[in-house]
């Protein structure tokens, strides 16, 4: 089945505490996002990558990290999370960049 | 700039009432494309349909149909004979030409139907 998921889908961790959230698509997409979503603020893009190495910054990328070393996954990592960072977070691949299709997305708690 | 507005914050119908869906956008690219995207309440990002701007024709795809007009920067979105399934928080957003795939968001509609 093609998808893009995600992982963990629920964690709450402490500030200052590294952590990585894992995305996996395999539809062989060259195109991944990753976005967050706050109540009142709407999706917004943190980082995107057109292809393997190839990263950008997207709206709000303070605070988070990416890398794109194969394909099929993206990673994003928080080096130093802080309670601003609690969001739900979602990632997305494309394979002409439009329509993107996206994972089941993240809770993520900071306390 | 490039924006999206979704006007209706939350709309709410008795299932099997036709509902629109109102998406307003402003560019000045002449390429760019329109999306919709559903949020049902489990949480997931559904992608429905894209629209390029040089392709004014109307979509229908079963109970649903998209409606984009340029001369009005609109993109509705229509629901025929609304189902309790149907309500879940709908996006509307737009990519430009050039835009490396950026999404503009719209702040989604609530839809609401009741049974």
């Known amino acids: 089945e093609a998808q893009v998921t995600q992982n963990p889908r629920y964690l709450i961790t402490v500030t200052g505490k590294k952590l990585t959230v894992t995305c996996s698509q395999n539809?062989?997409?060259?195109?991944m996002s990753w976005y967050r979503q706050d109540p009142g603020l709407g999706l917004r893009q943190i980082y995107y990558s057109m292809n393997v190495e190839v990263t950008d910054k997207g709206d709000v990328p303070e605070g988070y990290k990416v890398s794109r070393k194969e394909k099929r996954n993206f990673p994003l990592i928080l080096e130093s999370p802080s309670p601003n960072q609690t969001s739900l977070y979602f990632c997305?691949?494309?394979?002409?960049?439009?329509?993107?299709?996206f994972g089941p997305g993240t809770r993520l708690t900071v306390t | 700039a490039q924006k999206v507005t979704q006007a209706q914050t939350e709309i709410s119908v008795v299932e099997k009432e036709d509902v629109t869906l109102d998406c307003v956008y402003e560019?000045?690219?002449?390429?760019?494309?329109l999306f919709w995207y559903k949020q049902p309440p489990s949480g997931e990002l559904v992608f429905l349909i894209r629209?390029?701007?040089?392709d004014e024709q109307n979509e229908i795809s079963g109970r649903y149909s998209w409606n984009f007009q340029k001369s009005t920067s609109s993109f509705n979105f229509t629901i025929t004979a609304s189902q309790v399934v149907d309500s879940a928080v709908y996006f509307c957003?737009?990519?430009?030409?050039?835009?490396?795939?950026?999404?503009?968001w719209g702040a989604g509609t609530k839809l609401i139907i009741k049974p």
């Open positions: 997305a691949s494309s394979s002409t960049g439009l329509e993107q299709y």
């Open positions: 957003a737009l990519s430009e030409e050039g835009s490396n795939y950026q999404l503009i």
């Open positions: 539809m062989n997409h060259e195109y």
């Open positions: 629209r390029n701007s040089f």
């Open positions: 560019t000045r690219d002449t390429t760019y494309y």
